[in-house]
């Protein structure tokens, strides 16, 4: 029997509100599933398990506020099937909520008999499902008023709506308490580098010309690759430090900063960034801006980040420095794209650079092996064709 | 289609990427990057928005001329135009 707890979705988060469960006792599931959706100060959250098996008992109803580690339903895991992934904390008595009840979300629901006979492909369906649209609020433009995935896409960006104050106010107590904790424990140094994207540039052009409309990429992803495999050269920059010492991460997830339409921002994870091609992250990147962007994370694009990317050009600053978002170890900042004067073969030529730069713990790293981090995030972008 | 209509499927695309826009107060020649505070990501949803609506190819290289509400109307209305022409051949 494993234990489905409530999940720690980031440095600041004690508690959580379980919003609906999507699966109920004798429903299998398996691992990375879709089972339950909990709110938590960054909004409302898609949580997966990580066990194969039949759900037992849900413990915890819908419209409770627990703490991160209680046990929210049991699992019976199949044979064979990979550990329960629990976190360690203990576990403290379900606080009761004893607000008005919550109601759940259009993405909570489970397709009813109704939906069902909807004219809805299974792939938009599950992109529905995905990006936390009800389906029957849609309107289809396909053949017959079939629903496609793209009026899926329509009505998932233009269903967020404006986060109520007192979201707003908590969601931006969160910031302040990890931002704050941040200062006050990490020593951070920092480090900047102009990079020559002229090459970078000519070849996304290049690539771009070639490519339909909805696959082109933006330099952004070219980006967020450059820093993951300049992570290889530069481990330690990918890691945690768990208060008495360094803990590499195995994988690389770039948490990519985004800022929210309501206010705020927060920063979910692009898996593996590192071992995807350009056109596959560019894919996941457009849909993790959505869903981040229409409330429709997933819990493993919270506590996955290990490190975070934060763009500030398109806000038209120059050089962005960073807070680390504990506990990681690292924030790597891109400024403006602009034209500048650089010297080439002894020639003054006029070419697009961007500053990046790194906002380090010194209790981790030190300048010496950051500023060999900046050094082959730039190499990495001299030949964009390898990226 | 007339630029009536192109303006309003422009705006449609618009709202899909910046939901909070209030369209009647857009000015028509002023850069929507920064009426809207749209980024690139927004930018490429829009084209590819636009795009799939109006059955056009925007090449990369004529996105400065899509900067603006008019930009957009302007270039989008021979775009139409053009490819209707060559359906039409």
Excluded at chain 1, 119 to 129: D, E, K, N, Q
Excluded at chain 1, 277 to 293: G, I, T
Aim: a neutral charge; one cysteine or more; proline letters at 7%.
């Amino acid at each position: 029997m494993a234990d489905f707890v409530m999940p720690k979705l980031g440095a600041d988060m004690s508690a959580g509100t379980l919003i609906a469960w999507h699966k109920k006792p004798g429903d299998s599931v398996r691992r990375g599933d879709i089972i339950a959706d909990v709110e938590t100060d960054k909004g409302v959250i898609e949580v997966e398990i990580f066990t194969t098996g039949t759900i037992e008992s849900l413990v915890i109803q819908p419209g409770q506020k627990v703490p991160v580690g209680t046990v929210l339903a049991r699992v019976s895991e199949s044979t064979g099937a990979a550990p329960a992934v629990a976190p360690t904390a203990p576990v403290q008595p379900p606080i009761r909520r004893e607000l008005p009840a919550v109601t759940a979300p259009p993405s909570a629901a489970m397709p009813s008999a109704e939906v069902s006979r909807l004219p809805i492909s299974p792939s938009a369906r599950r992109l529905a499902r995905e990006l936390g649209v009800d389906p029957a609020k849609v309107k289809g433009t396909g053949p017959g008023g079939a629903i496609t995935r793209e009026d899926i896409q329509q009505a998932a960006t233009t269903k967020a709506p404006p986060l109520p104050a007192d979201r707003q106010s908590r969601f931006r107590q969160a910031i302040a308490a990890a931002m704050s904790r941040s200062n006050r424990e990490i020593p951070h140094y920092y480090l900047s580098n102009t990079i020559n994207m002229h090459r970078a540039m000519t070849w996304l052009a290049e690539e771009n010309a070639k490519r339909e409309v909805p696959d082109r990429l933006i330099y952004g992803v070219l980006l967020l690759k450059a820093v993951a495999l300049a992570l290889r050269d530069v481990p330690e920059l990918n890691a945690v430090w768990n208060g008495e010492r360094v803990v590499p991460n195995s994988a690389i997830h770039v948490g990519v900063a985004v800022s929210l339409r309501q206010g705020g921002l927060i920063a979910p994870a692009l898996h593996d960034t590192d071992k995807r091609s350009l056109s596959d992250l560019m894919k996941d990147f457009r849909d993790l801006v959505s869903r981040a962007r229409s409330g429709s994370l997933r819990s493993s694009e919270l506590s996955d980040p290990t490190i975070t990317v934060s763009s500030m050009g398109e806000q038209g600053v120059e050089s962005a420095f960073g807070v680390i978002y504990p506990p990681q170890v690292a924030i790597v900042g891109f400024g403006k794209l602009v034209e500048r004067p650089w010297s080439e073969a002894g020639q003054i030529v006029s070419r697009p650079v961007i500053t990046s730069t790194l906002s380090a713990d010194h209790r981790v790293s030190d300048g010496h092996r950051g500023g060999l981090f900046l050094s082959a995030v730039d190499r990495l972008l001299q030949e964009p064709e390898k990226l | 289609m007339t630029s009536a209509e192109i303006r309003t499927r422009v705006l449609q695309a618009l709202s899909s990427v910046a939901p909070e826009a209030d369209a009647a107060s857009l000015r028509s020649n002023v850069s929507l990057r920064d009426q809207l505070d749209i980024d690139s990501m927004d930018f490429l949803n829009f084209v590819i928005a636009l795009h799939k609506d109006l059955k056009v190819n925007i090449a990369e290289a004529d996105y400065p001329k899509l900067l603006t509400l008019d930009g957009c109307v302007a270039y989008l209305t021979a775009a139409v135009e053009k490819q209707r022409s060559k359906v039409s051949d």
